[in-house]
């Protein structure tokens, strides 16, 4: 367990790293349609989230699954394409529709799980210590999503509450936005796969 605090940075670092925005992109799309009062329902979603990731992350790792990283690195942008274009229709937020987002949620997280384990792979290398350090990898994602949740809440408040910018206004603007990023890297990612 020395190696815990390394892993546990490693992890947050990873998250959070503006070279590797996608999961940045796609934690904001998943948390940005919702308020401060509403942080139940953020809780569920990133919750789901996070056993998607944390099924594909251990079963890639432990060498059950393996999927071409140019296949994960183009289906994550998908996933943000999609989360950002369902929070664009679905600008209402009607609470029949809460139940599919989990359900997306979750099956999106197993997608963002590779793409984590392409990392964590390279780093772990014949270590023997793989269940303590997977652990500590993956609580340190945690952390890193929940500090870009809390961002994310927060910045949604001040442009609701302080700059009176109407809700549904908001959510399509930020959704709009990462649509438009995420299709750029996809578009990259899909170029660069056909090219190889």
Known sequence: ????????????????????????????ALCGIY???DWRKVLILVTAFTVGHTVTLALSVFDR????????????????ILTALY??????QRSAYFSFKYVMA???GLIHGMG??????????????IVAELLAFNLGLEAGQVAIVVTVLLLTYAI??????????????????????AFYMAAERLTSFIHQ
């Open 160 to 181: 609701i509450h302080l700059l009176k910018v109407p809700r549904s206004k908001w959510s399509v603007t930020l959704s709009t936005i990462i649509f438009g990023v």
């Open 1 to 28: 367990m020395q190696d815990f605090p390394l892993y546990f940075e490693l992890g947050w670092q990873h998250i959070l790293d503006w070279q590797g925005y996608d999961h940045i992109l796609f934690v904001a």
């Open 116 to 129: 984590f384990s392409n990392y964590l792979k390279s780093l772990l290398g014949k270590s023997n210590n």
């Open 87 to 92: 929070n664009i229709i679905n600008r209402e």
């Open 106 to 108: 979750l099956l999106f």
């Open 65 to 80: 699954i393996g999927v071409p990283a140019t296949i994960t690195e183009f289906l994550i942008p998908v996933t943000i």
């Open 35 to 37: 308020s401060l009062k």
